[in-house]
């Protein structure tokens, strides 16, 4: 495909910016060639600065479940902007959003808003940490909760693209604090609590393990997680920053029933402007400073601009809910997920797929994709070819096998049509 634009773009950007880029997954690392620059997105659509159009899987990551430049995100950020962009002091906004976040997810009782996922997790393990005064905490391999020291440990697609499976310049002692066992393995989390149940303060999660693919949690597995934990007296972590707002309105723990004592919100929550969230059971967040001492803070936390973006989503969101969206997105990813397992059928291609509310993962692996061992086992070759073919057909999935990828309300019948033709089209010439 010609890009000479983003060719020239790409050159420049990498004599400034560590890669060309400012977070690691959108250099086409796993893929390779040249990422495509983005000139503007509308609705379902991407158009770079070549002139191409893609339908976009990525959504920014998730963020844009009202797709891009929503009139009525726009229209909230615009009357948001002309009254003045971060002031410092409370706004009403922040008691909106705090309000409609409680009352989406009843687990949330008390919420603090942030500016990134990453705050949020880390945020919520520094919580946990004071309110059962122990030290460690348990993920799980192939999970990603963002790019704090303690958690960049087995995380997952970014880090396990660049083949760092623990980051240089994570001090010994704290990565030591972070123990890991397999996702979907409910013995191997068992056996961890039987010799280190004292020490552990919690365990987070990623509900469907979204990081690694889109792995879903086998029936039972987060119950039992769930109860591990309550069991040993460590609090249980939902950590929703892709799955909040996207596998339902009240997120994966309102379809597994899960009660978490804290969750962490990021990326639709944000409406596509920086936002993060975590919250949970009351008397735990009164330990959050000023009510409590455990020190957390954020000069713009909670601004307007991300305040209107966010909440006008949400709006949007519940309203749709109640129309059937989250089924009709969920019946989306089905279908483009059949497509291709039917397409590696018909060409002899091993390949698998999941899909989940506004989520779904494609695998070049006979499957089941169950953990970390089976999605790294996939084929990155295959996945490459069929990314790029892809892309030439106008649609761009996220440029790693190991991301899950994401759709729109605005993904409509004309969206599944153009994709399924992409698939066979993609699959007649690997
Ligand atoms: C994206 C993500 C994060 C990190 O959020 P940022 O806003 O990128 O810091 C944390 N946890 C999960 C599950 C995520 O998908």
Redesign the pocket.
């Known amino acids: 495909m010609e890009m000479p634009r983003s060719q020239a773009a790409f050159e420049r950007a990498k004599r400034v910016m560590p890669g060309g880029v400012n ?1 690691p997954v959108r250099a086409f690392g796993a893929v390779g060639g040249t990422p495509f620059f983005a000139e503007r997105g509308e609705g379902a659509y991407l158009y770079d600065i070549d002139g191409h159009r893609y339908l976009d899987y990525i959504l920014s ?2 963020s844009l479940i009202w797709g891009h430049a929503h009139p009525e995100v726009v229209r909230a950020l615009r009357e948001a902007a002309a009254k003045g962009t971060s002031f410092g002091t409370p706004t009403e906004l922040e008691t909106e959003m705090a309000e409609l976040v409680t009352s989406l997810v009843p687990s949330i009782e008390v919420v603090r808003m942030v500016n ?6 880390m945020s919520a393990l520094r919580l946990a940490r004071a309110y059962t005064g122990r030290p460690c905490v348990v993920k799980f391999e192939g ?5 704090a020291d303690s958690l960049l440990v087995k995380a997952g697609s970014g880090v396990a693209t660049l083949g760092l499976p623990d980051s240089p310049g994570v001090p010994a002692a704290t990565a030591e604090t972070t123990l890991t066992v397999p996702y979907n393995n409910l013995d191997a989390l068992a056996e961890l609590f039987t010799r280190r149940g004292e020490q552990i303060a919690a365990v987070i999660i ?1 509900p469907v393990a ?2 690694m693919g889109c792995v879903l949690p086998e029936p039972g597995y987060l119950q039992g997680v769930q109860d591990l934990a309550r069991r040993h007296g460590a609090l249980f972590i939902c ?5 909040g707002f996207r596998v339902a309105l009240g997120g994966a723990q309102s379809r597994w029933g899960l009660d978490p004592d804290l969750t ?1 919100l ?2 639709v929550i944000g409406g596509g402007l ?1 936002v ?1 969230a975590y919250g949970g059971r009351r008397e735990i967040m009164a330990l959050v400073a000023p009510e409590g001492p455990v020190y957390q803070a954020g000069t713009l936390s909670g601004n307007p601009l991300a305040m209107a973006a966010g909440l006008t989503s949400l709006r949007l969101l519940a309203n749709a809910a109640a129309d059937g969206l989250f089924e009709r997105l969920e019946r989306f990813g089905q279908a483009v997920v059949e497509a291709f397992t039917e397409a590696g059928r018909r060409v002899g291609v091993p390949v698998w797929g999941s899909a989940v509310g506004g989520m779904f993962g494609l695998f070049f692996h006979a499957g089941p994709v169950r953990d970390y061992q089976d999605a790294r086992a996939a084929d990155k070759e295959m996945y490459a070819r069929f990314f790029h073919r892809m892309l030439e057909h106008g649609v761009a999935l996220t440029p790693s096998q190991l991301e899950a990828k994401f759709i729109s309300a605005l993904h409509g019948e004309a969206e599944l049509a153009l994709t399924q033709e992409a698939i066979d089209a993609a699959f007649a010439s690997l």
């Open positions: 977070s990551w998730g990134s996922g990453t705050e949020a997790t999970c990603y909760h963002g790019h990623e979204g990081n950590d929703e920053v892709m799955t962490t990021g990326k920086p993060g």
